[in-house]
Every structure is written in C-alpha cells, then in structure tokens.
C-alpha cells in the first residue's frame, strides 16, 4: 500500500461535498469509502495559496487514485497533485498545523 498527500484546489460547491460526507455517501462507496471519507474529514486549508486542500489518502491503484476521483474527487477539486509520504501518520504530522478546510 502507498499512502500519498494530496493536493487540490477546491471547487466553489465545497459545501456539496460536505453534504454527501454528512449523509453517509462516501462511506459506502466500496472498497475506499471509509478511507476517503476519514482524510476528507480531516483535509486541511493549505495556507500558502488558500484554495487548496490537503490531505492524506492511502490509495494501490496506478495512477492514484483513479477511482476516487471518478466518484468524488473530480466533482469538487481541480488540480489533483500526489506525492508519495513515508506513512499515513508521517503524512498528517506534515499538514497538522495547517486549518481545516471546514473551518470557517
């Protein structure tokens, strides 16, 4: 498994995201919704341009991410960048500091 940080210019219907999240949606998309869901949840405001989102998703397709962003990702980011991290806590301890993008 390959965990990457993610990096996305969030779409200005973010709120719509936040509405399939709240509902249950992206949970029971298979086999990834959980994950998806978790580093949603926890996606950070990158501070450096403030329109981006960061986050941590652990994803074994090639490319990355490939169905997740068929389903949810294409709708409500543009822009996706990927670079590989060491682990899934080694990537969020890189973004901890940063504001959620939920933050108002």
């Given at each position: 498994?390959?965990?990457?940080?993610?990096?996305?210019?969030?779409?200005?219907?973010?709120?719509?995201?936040?509405?399939?999240?709240?509902?249950?949606?992206?949970k029971?998309?298979?086999?990834?919704?959980?994950?998806?869901?978790?580093?949603?949840?926890?996606?950070?405001?990158?501070?450096?341009?403030?329109?981006?989102?960061?986050?941590?998703?652990?994803?074994?397709?090639?490319?990355p991410?490939?169905?997740?962003?068929?389903?949810?990702?294409?709708?409500y980011?543009?822009d996706?960048?990927?670079?590989?991290?060491?682990?899934?806590?080694?990537?969020?301890?890189?973004?901890?500091?940063?504001p959620?993008?939920?933050?108002?």
């Amino acid at each position: 498994m390959t965990f990457y940080l993610v990096k996305a210019k969030v779409k200005n219907h973010i709120l719509e995201l936040r509405q399939e999240m709240e509902s249950g949606k992206i949970k029971k998309l298979v086999p990834y919704g959980n994950s998806l869901h978790y580093s949603l949840e926890n996606a950070k405001r990158d501070d450096k341009d403030g329109v981006s989102a960061l986050w941590i998703e652990e994803d074994y397709c090639s490319p990355p991410l490939v169905m997740e962003r068929e389903c949810v990702l294409d709708r409500y980011f543009d822009d996706l960048l990927v670079e590989i991290v060491e682990s899934e806590k080694a990537g969020w301890a890189k973004i901890k500091d940063k504001p959620s993008i939920w933050a108002e």
